[in-house]
């Protein structure tokens, strides 16, 4: 009989997912501090693929079965890939993207079944996405296999986060106006569906255009254009709102993220120092803070817990993740001298943060859900 942890796509996921973040961003720490080689590549990479392809996998494993009622992949199959993923992480330390590779495809042939179904026609564009993102991956690959820039890995890795910024942006349109429905009795915010649809894909022809030759005066507007778009999206959910639900402000504090990131990436272009900022408010701050806020969130929802943030987790997670992107993007630009101290004061508090959900969550995830609901829980 399988184990309750191979129930269910979100819980080896999001444990693995975490503790990887904290082994990686260790890495990447002691190479700052002459200890390791780990470059900066290498670091983009596993946050994006590692770190994020992990979260991404256990976030629509599990969420299938809620969209279609058909009982998630679980047992060998989840085992399997799992396994796909961790043997990618192994072979990363070792400067090679096999596995890595193989883990996406994996990925869609066990979604098929489930997005295939015309009900969810819909969710079709997450097929086009994660082909997008393996081709960002391959990319990237080609670099380490050439040994030499042609291959543009720093384009390759902005790639992927551009779809992963997609991803948030549809995501985001989709579960923050419902579940402010849920934990706000009063609440009087607005979703728009052109607006919605402008968004998502605006973003994502941005990250297309990275690869357009001479569309540098294009990209500056339109990432201007995109930043207005999102903050006017952010401002219509009334997030202000959420002040007193903690478990509901970190996802809007991460989505802020979005339109900061995109009006420091559209000024960058005739501000370049601006670009590093940029990139940290979409890494740093929208990615990493709104899939920290999701982890815990579906973690309670599909264990039969009441969807709540604890103490501990506010404290010892929400703030320092949150500091953590403030200090990375916002102190370089007070005064450059202090990026080194903002990069390892940033990791500091990621690692921090990934271990308090580790130690806090880790016990829930492998453990069975307090309703019995192992297979059928369709809570979020």
Request: aromatic fraction near 16%; proline fraction near 4%; glycine fraction near 8%.
């Amino acid at each position: 009989m399988n184990h309750i942890f191979w129930e269910l796509g979100f819980r080896p996921f999001f444990l693995f997912g975490s503790l990887w973040v904290v082994l990686a961003a260790s890495l990447w720490l002691s190479s700052l501090l002459g200890f390791s080689h780990f470059d900066f590549l290498w670091h983009g990479h596993e946050m994006i693929f590692g770190f994020g392809g992990a979260i991404l996998a256990g976030f629509l494993l599990t969420a299938t079965q809620n969209w279609t009622g058909i009982r998630g992949i679980h047992g060998g199959q989840l085992q399997l890939i799992v396994l796909v993923w961790t043997l990618g992480r192994v072979e990363s330390l070792l400067g090679l993207d096999f596995f890595g590779l193989l883990f996406l495809p994996l990925l869609i042939y066990l979604l098929i079944p489930y997005l295939k179904l015309p009900s969810q026609r819909k969710n079709w564009i997450l097929f086009a996405l994660i082909v997008i993102l393996w081709l960002s991956e391959f990319l990237y690959a080609t670099h380490l296999w050439t040994s030499h820039s042609a291959s543009h890995p720093r384009k390759a890795l902005a790639l992927a986060t551009y779809v992963f910024l997609t991803l948030l942006t549809l995501i985001g349109g989709r579960v923050l106006p419902y579940f402010s429905r849920q934990a706000l009795t009063a609440w009087k915010g607005l979703s728009l569906n052109w607006l919605d649809h402008l968004c998502v894909v605006l973003t994502l022809i941005l990250g297309l255009l990275l690869f357009i030759p001479n569309s540098d005066f294009l990209l500056g507007w339109l990432a201007l254009v995109n930043a207005f778009s999102h903050m006017v999206r952010w401002l219509l959910w009334r997030p202000w709102s959420s002040w007193r639900v903690p478990i509901l402000w970190i996802l809007y504090v991460g989505y802020l993220w979005i339109p900061v990131g995109f009006a420091l990436h559209g000024l960058s272009f005739w501000i370049p120092t601006l670009y590093s900022a940029a990139l940290h408010s979409f890494t740093t701050g929208a990615i990493g803070i709104f899939i920290y806020g999701m982890i815990t969130r579906v973690t309670f929802g599909h264990t039969g817990r009441k969807i709540s943030a604890p103490k501990f987790i506010v404290l010892l997670g929400y703030l320092p993740i949150t500091l953590a992107a403030l200090l990375r993007v916002l102190l370089p630009l007070v005064n450059s001298s202090y990026y080194r101290i903002a990069l390892v004061s940033s990791l500091l508090l990621w690692i921090f943060a990934h271990l308090a959900f580790v130690i806090g969550y880790g016990p829930i995830l492998i453990s069975p859900s307090l309703d019995g609901k192992a297979q059928t829980n369709n809570r979020s």
